[in-house]
């Protein structure tokens, strides 16, 4: 087991790389929660947790997309990144339009006075009694920032996953029927398993709404890196060997 | 978004008890749902049940509390950490595997415990404690679900049967609904625990009856049949009690009749 643990101590390396990444990356993405819902915050209208998941998976599902051609790491970790971005960028350009042709409330924020890249002043478009709403230009460039960095984690974790597989002798390749790919399975498994456990521990970091990088409680994410680098060395530590003991098999 | 109040739980049933349910009921249920012929494998589904309720009734008192963040975050990481601590534990433990990967997700529980209390700051006093306990409660319901699909908890033949064809996700999701969702459901002023107690029942049983279909692939159709039928008996005892429990809870509930028609309105 110790053996089989330092053979593969560089994807090792790459899953906690890739579980930072994720926990890092949920500090860019703007979530509003259910006052975003009602048009009285800023940000997406739903939970950072089911954001970073739906980043993180689009992300895996294009990274393991493209392992079906390539073994290319720079290859693998952008696809992940282009998949995890036009899955955010989509949802917030939908949740825009529904903010201005639905609601029918401009996107602005009252957490800071100017917007930081457009300098279009907003203080005066935030309806009485809401933190803000919509979604302004920085929170859809920082949203599109953290998408990638959580699509390259997830692919970088998956990636790793899959490598150990291989070294243990299991195949990753197409298979002739559609189910009964252990590998990619169990692999794919605990991406999501790591995924979720690094998408939560920076949601209580936040705690609530933010609106990317700007906000305020953006300073707070050293905390959650910590946190998720320390939880992730275990997950894959127990991940690792439990994908050895497939090759046993 | 902070879900809850601020302070500990009222409870009806002593923390303790709900554990030794949840944790003694889910070992048994998922080694008789092992050593027992396939046709038995819905003791898994009874297993997962109680592992299920006592997950519940953990996401209660901790989410009590105020999370800062949505209920369902805490149930979707009692799964993530579940999932990782039940196909390890199964990989090396053998007979003793669901004992292992039990054991596995305590100490992941308590990792991400004390860093959410020691290093993010959260402050809640049960915080360590209810990490343990969510992720064992999340270990022991995929164990007992993967059960109900393969008939055995064998690391094999769960990879085979239930991870590899991707049936391991619909587990992941229902088992969480079922520790997630009936805190969220129901948290308010009025939340009561044997109310949200017995919605998590009827979500686990709705879990043994899908994943009863999933396992016709595996264990024939009379196995199945079994499964489903097991499930859809406790669901219906848990709706009707839940029901019971809503009339109970609600200030008053009247019947407002249909609509009134455009002539009835003149």
Same mark, same amino acid.
């Given at each position: 087991m110790i053996e089989g643990l330092m053979a593969n101590i560089l994807p090792m390396v790459f899953i906690v790389i890739g579980g930072v990444l994720i926990s890092w990356s949920v500090h860019f993405v703007p979530v509003g929660g259910a006052p975003a819902a009602m048009?009285?915050?800023?940000?997406?209208?739903?939970?950072t947790v089911q954001l970073a998941a739906g980043a993180g998976l689009t992300g895996l599902v294009s990274a393991g997309f493209m392992m079906n051609v390539t073994t290319n790491l720079p290859l693998i970790l952008s696809s992940g990144a282009v998949g995890a971005m036009i899955m955010m960028s989509v949802t917030m350009i939908v949740g825009s339009w529904v903010y201005a042709?639905?609601?029918?409330?401009?996107? !602005?924020? =009252?957490? #800071?006075?100017?917007?930081?890249?457009?300098k279009y002043r907003q203080d005066i478009y935030v309806s009485q009694g809401t933190e803000g709403h919509g979604l302004p230009t920085v929170c859809f460039v920082s949203g599109v920032i953290g998408a990638a960095l959580g699509g390259i984690g997830g692919a970088l974790v998956y990636y790793a996953l899959i490598e150990v597989g291989i070294s243990a002798g299991l195949s990753a390749g !197409?298979? =002739?029927? #559609?189910?009964?790919n252990e590998l990619v399975g169990i692999a794919a498994m605990f991406a999501i398993g790591i995924f979720f456990v690094n998408a939560v521990i920076p949601s209580y970091n936040i705690g609530g709404t933010i609106e990317g990088f700007?906000?305020?409680?953006?300073?707070?994410w050293p905390k959650a890196v910590i946190s998720s680098f320390i939880a992730t060395i275990f997950c894959a530590i127990v991940a690792v060997i439990a994908i050895l003991q497939l090759g046993g098999i | 978004m902070s879900a809850g109040g601020s302070g500990g739980a009222k409870t009806a049933y002593p923390p303790n008890t709900i554990m030794a349910i949840g944790a003694v009921g889910g070992l048994a249920g998922i080694y008789l749902g092992h050593f027992m012929?396939?046709?038995?494998?819905?003791f898994g589904g009874l297993g997962a049940i109680c592992a299920i309720v006592w997950g519940a009734d953990a996401v209660r008192r901790v989410a009590s509390y105020g999370?800062?963040?949505?209920?369902p975050s805490i149930g979707m990481i009692a799964l993530g950490m579940g999932i990782i601590a039940a196909l390890f534990g199964l990989s090396v433990g053998g007979i003793a595997g669901p004992i292992v990967s039990f054991i596995v997700a305590g100490i992941i529980g308590a990792i991400i415990g004390i860093l959410a209390n020691k290093?993010?700051?959260?402050?809640?006093?049960i915080m360590e404690r209810a990490m343990v306990e969510i992720a064992g409660a999340g270990t022991l319901a995929i164990i007992g679900l993967s059960v109900v699909i393969a008939?055995?908890?064998n690391y094999a033949d769960v990879v085979q049967n239930v991870v590899a064809n991707g049936y391991i996700a619909l587990i992941f999701i229902i088992g969480g609904m079922g520790i997630l969702h009936p805190f969220n459901a129901n948290l308010?002023?009025?939340?009561?625990q044997d109310r949200t107690l017995m919605l998590a029942v009827e979500k686990a049983a709705i879990a043994v009856v899908i994943t009863g279909f999933a396992s016709s692939l595996h264990e024939g159709l009379m196995a199945a049949g079994l499964n489903i039928l097991v499930g859809l008996i406790i669901w219906a005892f848990a709706f009707m009690k839940y029901y019971e429990l809503v009339k109970r809870d609600a200030y008053s509930v009247v019947g407002t009749g249909l609509l009134p028609s455009a002539e009835e309105l003149q």
């Open positions: 048009a009285q915050a800023t940000g997406i209208g739903t939970g042709y639905g609601v029918g409330c401009v996107p !602005a924020s =009252a957490k #800071v006075k100017v917007d930081p890249i457009t !197409a298979a =002739a029927s #559609v189910t009964g700007h906000d305020p409680k953006w300073k707070k | 012929p396939p046709a038995y494998s819905f999370l800062g963040t949505g209920v290093v993010i700051g959260m402050g809640i006093p008939g055995t908890f308010g002023p009025d939340e009561t």
